[in-house]
């Protein structure tokens, strides 16, 4: 099955810098990425997606990046804000009906 | 319209009691499934389905039954509760296969004494 790791598992940064987070997975069928967000005591939600036929999406602050050579794709935050304070999961599913995901990053932007 | 509604929000458990977790959407989606959150280890697939009637296991399956009868509702039962089932427990719908944006409940805290 996938095997999906998420680097790193905390990540402290001061307002208005950018946060990256990194995940790599194992299953070359794997053709989809998103990201969720999660804010304490929530549901996860949906920020960002990528599919393998894209290198790169933007939505505003938020960027994800694509390697399907070297099997990983990256979260990029930029000019941080206090409501970005959450924790991350990336995922990756292959051509079955799973979505396997990382083990998450607690983000805290400090004012 | 409501999405995905998941009954109780918490629950007390002792070992060996039985209880099942309720899950309903209202999306008319296709693809259900039900994740454990531990600290530290992300969400991992207990089990999910593409249709009704049919089910399949995913990562962690042992100790837990599912159905699916209709749509709208994909029930998770623990069938004789362990501590280590204790865990916030999340419900998850998309309109097809996982290679779609999943759409999550509010969770399931539940506790094994």
């Known amino acids: 099955g996938e095997n999906v790791e998420q680097h790193p598992s905390t990540l402290s940064v001061q307002e208005g810098d950018s946060a990256v987070i990194k995940c790599t997975y194992s299953?070359?069928?794997?053709?989809?990425f998103p990201w969720y967000k999660q804010e304490l005591g929530k549901r996860p939600q949906l920020i960002i997606d990528?599919?393998?036929?894209?290198g790169e999406k933007k939505d505003q602050r938020i960027a994800v990046t694509l390697n399907k050579t070297a099997k990983h794709f990256s979260l990029h935050i930029t000019e941080t804000q206090p409501e970005d304070s959450a924790v991350y999961f990336c995922?990756?599913?292959?051509?079955?009906?799973?979505?396997?995901f990382g083990a998450g990053t607690t983000v805290t932007v400090r004012a | 319209n409501a999405g995905v509604t998941q009954t109780p929000k918490f629950q007390v458990l002792k070992t060996g009691q039985s209880m099942t977790l309720q899950c309903a959407q209202d999306?008319?989606?296709?693809?259900m499934s039900w994740y454990r959150q531990d600290p530290g280890m992300g969400l991992r697939l207990i089990h999910y389905?593409?249709?009704?009637?049919?089910?399949d296991q995913g990562e962690v399956p042992n100790g837990y039954n599912v159905s699916r009868s209709t749509t709208e509702d994909f029930p998770l039962r623990l069938l004789s509760a362990a501590p280590s089932q204790t865990s916030v427990y999340f419900c998850?719908?998309?309109?097809?296969?996982?290679?779609?944006?999943?759409?999550f409940g509010d969770g399931t805290r539940l506790s094994i004494l």
């Open positions: 995922a990756a599913s292959p051509n079955d009906y799973k979505l396997s």
């Open positions: 990528i599919r393998s036929n894209v």
């Open positions: 389905s593409v249709g009704a009637g049919i089910t």
């Open positions: 299953d070359s069928a794997s053709n989809y």
């Open positions: 998850a719908s998309s309109l097809g296969p996982p290679n779609q944006p999943q759409h």
């Open positions: 999306m008319n989606h296709e693809y």
